[in-house]
């Protein structure tokens, strides 16, 4: 059976002689795998105690390769394993020994060449479990990075992801818990990541992405990419200077501008997770850079998150229902966000969100984090039957992360009092005249034929009606909302009418039937 699912069974091998080393063999054993082990191997976990949280890292960064970086995502989950052991497994770091030039070189010169370099520096200046990174010259003069995937990479990581799989397939089978928190789930999203994070030309292609989203803000910079230079194993890059955000000392010493790097910060994790729904979800420390001009530095585009469009939106309105202590509001939103389970319990609920709000109205400094609060109550309402999506807790992990940055370089930043003002211009932004203009335009597209034959149908109708009643029928369930939307969008297409008049032809049209099936409905 393991040997129909685990072709490399010597890793697998490895990987339980680790678990067991350092007395983490009851992870084995909840996830009723014992039986693969000799019998002494198996008397040795009965002997166990639980480990406490630092042998876990230790563990994970023995065995290395994905394990790391899959750490490195539990530790945003404390709704799958508990939060002292994600403050542990924050501290995972990727180190791993650099790979020979020559087979860098090697790489190189087999998907793009080296004559586009005018120079290429033999010692990298990262590496990673992936990848390793070498600063360069491209022929023109401009200095850049190359990102090199390590040889025979992909068939390690697959090998160790369907280990993770098989492991969490089989905990689920046998742990309760393991099975209540879709732990699989979680697994089988992190290996997706993994995989996509393998291909480095996608990973340019989601840098370029998120540079044309944040083009606008000025106190932030994505490297400019070089697509011409890019494929599965090489990436190019733009080479930027600066210090970790995290570099206290450093950035002391820097003259920089705490407040409007604040700002930029809060406001940048905001608007990927309301307007642009594309936000970055490998959100530690190594991955963002301080410059002197004041500017944070995005790095690293191998592991994005997506939300909806109407997600977004609501995650900006829950920030500010929970800043105007919002009760009711709250739970809505939690309720139209989650999944409601069969123990769900709208009391319960709203016992969690009361202890939210009242930690964050007893706090006389405005100093509480909001999202930390907000990232509290999507652990902790998804144990009481309101499960929340799993990109979720990255996406709020991504917005925590943001507000560490704002904190760690300007101490002043009032948390409460710049949220309220940056999430109401960000809500401003998505419902801007224009943006709803834009929307109104794509559903006129879509509905093209409707709206050019409908009047002749209504026409035809009414010739051949008389006097006699109009019976209109629709099949869809959504017939109720179709009145209101009419009034509304007639309502948008009046406002643009001083720009488009033949559109104020279009608007009386839909404020008529809109009207119409709305008296039809009483």
Excluded at 147 to 167: A, S
Excluded at 185 to 210: C, M, P, Y
Excluded at 482 to 498: D, E, N, R, T
Aim: with cysteine; proline share 4%.
């Amino acid at each position: 059976m393991i040997r129909d699912k685990i072709e490399d069974i010597k890793r697998f091998d490895e990987v339980l002689k680790k678990l067991v080393e350092n007395e983490m063999g009851f992870l084995i054993e909840k996830s009723g795998l014992s039986d693969q082990l000799p019998f002494t191997e198996r008397l040795k976990i009965k002997k166990h105690e639980r480990p406490g949280p630092e042998r876990l890292r230790e563990t994970i960064e023995e065995l290395g390769s994905i394990y790391v970086k899959f750490g490195q995502i539990l530790a945003q989950r404390p709704d799958l394993i508990p939060r002292r052991y994600c403050e542990k497994l924050e501290k995972l770091e990727d180190n791993v020994p650099a790979f020979d030039w020559s087979e860098a070189e090697e790489i190189i010169e087999e998907e793009i060449g080296l004559d586009h370099f005018e120079n290429i520096d033999e010692d990298p200046i990262a590496a990673a479990s992936i990848a390793q990174v070498h600063k360069a010259t491209l022929e023109t003069g401009e200095d850049v990075v190359i990102k090199v995937k390590r040889p025979g990479i992909d068939e390690k990581v697959e090998q160790d992801l369907k280990i993770l799989e098989f492991f969490t397939q089989q905990a689920e089978k046998h742990s309760k818990i393991a099975k209540n928190s879709d732990a699989l789930k979680f697994v089988n999203q992190f290996s997706s990541w993994t995989r996509e994070e393998l291909d480095l030309e996608r990973e340019g292609l989601n840098a370029q992405i998120f540079k044309e989203n944040l083009k606008e803000e000025e106190n932030l910079k994505v490297p400019e990419i070089y697509p011409e230079l890019n494929t599965e194993k090489v990436l190019v890059m733009e080479y930027v200077e600066g210090v970790k955000c995290n570099n206290t000392e450093k950035l002391k010493e820097m003259n920089i501008d705490g407040k409007d790097i604040s700002d930029a910060a809060v406001k940048a994790g905001l608007r990927q997770s309301i307007i642009d729904g594309f936000f970055h979800a490998d959100t530690h420390p190594s991955n963002f850079l301080i410059t002197e001009d004041s500017k944070i530095i995005y790095l690293d585009f191998g592991m994005m998150g997506n939300v909806s469009e109407k997600t977004g939106e609501k995650l900006g309105l829950l920030l500010l229902y929970l800043i105007n202590e919002d009760i009711e509001s709250i739970i809505d939103c939690l309720e139209e966000l989650g999944t409601l389970e069969e123990n769900y319990s709208r009391e319960n609920i709203e016992e969690i969100v009361e202890e939210k709000v009242l930690v964050l109205k007893n706090t006389s400094l405005k100093q509480t984090s909001i999202t930390q609060q907000m990232f509290n109550l999507f652990v902790d309402v998804s144990k009481q039957g309101l499960k929340m999506p799993s990109n979720m807790a990255l996406l709020g992990k991504n917005l925590v992360t943001m507000e560490g940055i704002a904190l760690t370089i300007y101490p002043d930043f009032r948390i409460q009092d710049s949220y309220e003002d940056i999430v109401k211009e960000t809500l401003k932004e998505i419902n801007s005249p224009d943006k709803l203009a834009e929307d109104f335009t794509i559903d006129l597209i879509k509905n093209k034929e409707l709206f050019t034959k409908l009047p002749t149908k209504l026409n035809n109708k009414l010739d051949s009606n008389d006097d006699r009643e109009i019976n209109i029928t629709q099949d869809s369930q959504n017939i109720e909302t179709l009145p209101a939307g009419l009034i509304i969008s007639s309502g948008l297409v009046f406002a643009a009418s001083p720009f488009y008049p033949p559109l104020a032809i279009l608007g009386f049209g839909q404020l008529g039937l809109g009207l119409y099936l709305y008296r039809q409905s009483d």
